[in-house]
């Protein structure tokens, strides 16, 4: 039993030699959701408490980014939050693919998807209450309609 536990914390201090690459990629105003949508500011407080963590170039690393494997983990939820959806570069994606996003996005909130919750654990600010599940989702979905009537989608 010592030597496994040995062996294991070899491994854990082996392993935080490799960390992630904390480096956002550039934020450019004229391409962001909230910047191009003229968000009103109390919803873009929730979208940046809620979703900007994961789905912008403005990605902001706590302190347990510092330690492995939960580094990978994150940096692995990430890159899977921006591919999905990239509010940073929102104004780069199709017309189409934006009302999309949005009704996405509507959706997960409603149900409660997102924030998910492993990230409202460590993020308090991130949770929504039901009425802001409510004007959040609202808000997608207006902004979907704009797209959609303007592009006749």
């Known amino acids: 039993m010592k030597k496994i536990l040995l062996i294991l914390a070899v491994v ?3 392993i935080q030699f490799f960390q992630i690459d904390k480096t956002n990629p550039p934020v450019n105003e004229g391409m962001d959701f909230l910047k191009i949508k003229d968000t009103p500011e109390p ?10 963590d994961c789905h912008s170039n403005e990605s902001k690393y706590p302190f347990y980014s510092n330690i492995q494997p939960f580094a990978w983990l994150l940096k692995n939820h990430i890159d899977e939050g921006r591919q999905e959806l990239n509010f ?28 998910l919750e492993s990230y409202q654990i460590a993020h308090p ?28 989608l």
């Open 88 to 115: 940073s570069v929102f104004a780069t994606y199709e017309k189409k693919r934006q009302a999309h996003k949005l009704e996405e996005s509507a959706e997960m909130v409603e149900r409660k998807e997102m924030p």
């Open 12 to 14: 854990f201090i082996f």
């Open 43 to 52: 919803i873009a407080k929730i979208i940046r408490n809620s979703c900007y």
């Open 125 to 152: 600010e991130a949770k929504l209450t039901d009425e802001q599940r409510k004007e959040l989702a609202q808000y997608f979905k207006k902004i979907q309609k704009e797209i959609e009537n303007a592009n006749h």
